[in-house]
């Protein structure tokens, strides 16, 4: 798929968790190839937002096209399939304690790829040098600092070289080195692998740093979308009070 082209598309959504309504209305384009972030306030969605598009959450009105198909539609064993070319690096890695950190990455690859050994091992190493584990690579998850925890995620995302990667919330509790650290390590993977990025994140100067474009999920709907200069520019007062951290304005504290 040519990069701009649309590869993902939400039209519609609404999703809800017993009575609490979470997304209503939310619409969405993702082109190829480009780094777009969601923001908004905490608990507006921006997760759940992820997992739909890989078909961990289905909403009960509205399609998720991913690649030109909608997963609402798909059978468990179509939707395994497409999974193969989506990577996620969850918020907390979700890395099993027990197994090393390449151990951790090759699992993907052997559960995914038809690939001996030695094949898995070389591509372990080359993913783990890409996120600069390379040295960690016999190592507990438990012996890590966050940040290292955190690029043992990434490199588990990547490890399959998918066309499309999700980061929920990457740079989350970490300090402003490491932030920049794994900002660079995003932009990377997008331009390495060719892959649609798509970034969950509160951190807007982490945003401003990678972003090709930006949605602001607001009550259950996406109210701005664009390039990056664009939305930074928008007269809406919620995308400004949001962009500047202010406690004055129209959305509610």
Known sequence: MKRGESIIELDDIELAFGEKIVLSGLSLRIPAGEI????GLSGSGKSTTLRLINGLRLPRRG???????DLCGMAYAELIELRKS?????QFAAL???LTVGDNVALPLRENMRMNDAQIASTVRETLEMVGLADAIDRLPAELS???VKRAGFARAVVTKPEIVLFDEPTS??????THLL???ILDINRRLGATVVVVSHDMQSVYQ???????LFEGAIIAEGPVEEIRASDNPIVQQFLQGRDQGPIPL
Request: hydrophobic share 55%; with cysteine.
């Open 146 to 148: 966050g940040g290292m």
């Open 96 to 98: 099993f304690d027990s």
């Open 86 to 90: 989506i990577g996620f690096a969850f």
């Open 173 to 178: 509790g970490l300090d402003p080195i490491v």
């Open 210 to 216: 990678m972003a090709d474009r930006i949605a602001l």
């Open 36 to 39: 777009t972030c969601i923001i």
């Open 63 to 69: 399609r998720v096209i991913v690649k030109g198909a």
């Open 183 to 185: 900002t660079k390590i």
